[in-house]
């Protein structure tokens, strides 16, 4: 298995443009996480999906972040308008059941000039 | 989830065991507690996880007290590709927001 395949590996973008980032879980994982990691505030977890559907976005920063789910081997994290505050590594994770361990992609290093 | 406290480093000499500790004195009864490692510029890496029972893998063993209130994470020899973050969390399996505080950042010494 390849893991969680997380694309761009890099993004570098301008301030108000459009970032989409990507995933792909390990396939028959059911459970997908989005993670955003900074040196302020560490590892925080953005939103999570059971079986395609949104469970907890409260950790959504704000409305111009958004993530879909639309099947179970994709799901993209979006943010319109980027601002140089978003700049951060985001990380994707999936895991089959519950209280197995989460499979973490290599992540998405975001830099918003 | 319960929250953890972990110390914020620790040294280790190449070769010996690694033994991180992690307290977590509220956990509930159905609760897990689990370990992850990040090693620099790489995403989190899963590494054990257990209720009750002491559990051993390939790559460590993790020894919970009785009481549950805290555990230990132990490399038995480690090596310098060891060097990581590492992060103890607890959480009910039904419960899938796993948050990670700011973990133990080890060091291996040659």
């Known amino acids: 298995d390849a893991g969680v395949i997380q694309s761009p590996r890099h993004e570098v973008t301008e301030m108000g443009q459009e970032v989409t980032l990507r995933c792909k879980p390990i396939?028959?994982?059911?459970?997908l996480f989005w993670y955003r990691q900074t040196m302020m505030r560490g590892l925080e977890l953005l939103i999570y999906?059971?079986?395609?559907?949104?469970?907890?976005d409260s950790g959504m920063p704000e409305d111009r972040f958004s993530a879909k789910m639309p099947n179970a081997s994709f799901s993209t994290l979006k943010i319109q308008p980027s601002e140089p505050r978003d700049s951060a590594v985001y990380f994707c994770?999936?895991?089959?059941?519950?209280?197995?361990?989460?499979?973490f992609g290599s992540g998405t290093r975001l830099t918003v000039v | 989830d319960a929250k953890t406290t972990q110390p914020p480093s620790m040294d280790c000499a190449e070769g010996r065991a690694a033994n991180l500790p992690c307290n977590h004195s509220?956990?509930?009864?159905?609760?897990?507690v689990y370990w992850y490692r990040q090693i620099h510029s790489q995403g989190p890496q899963y590494i054990i996880h257990?209720?009750?029972n002491n559990e051993t893998n390939e790559m460590a063993s993790l020894i919970i007290t009785e009481d549950r209130k805290s555990s230990t994470l132990i490399l038995p020899h480690a090596t310098l590709r060891d060097t990581a973050v590492y992060y103890c969390?607890?959480?009910?399996?039904?419960?899938?927001?796993?948050?990670f505080g700011a973990g133990t950042r080890l060091t291996v010494k040659p």
């Open positions: 396939s028959g994982h059911n459970s």
């Open positions: 969390i607890v959480r009910a399996s039904n419960n899938n927001d796993m948050r």
């Open positions: 994770a999936s895991t089959q059941r519950g209280f197995d361990g989460y499979t």
């Open positions: 257990g209720l009750k």
């Open positions: 999906f059971n079986n395609n559907v949104p469970i907890d």
């Open positions: 509220t956990i509930s009864g159905n609760e897990y």
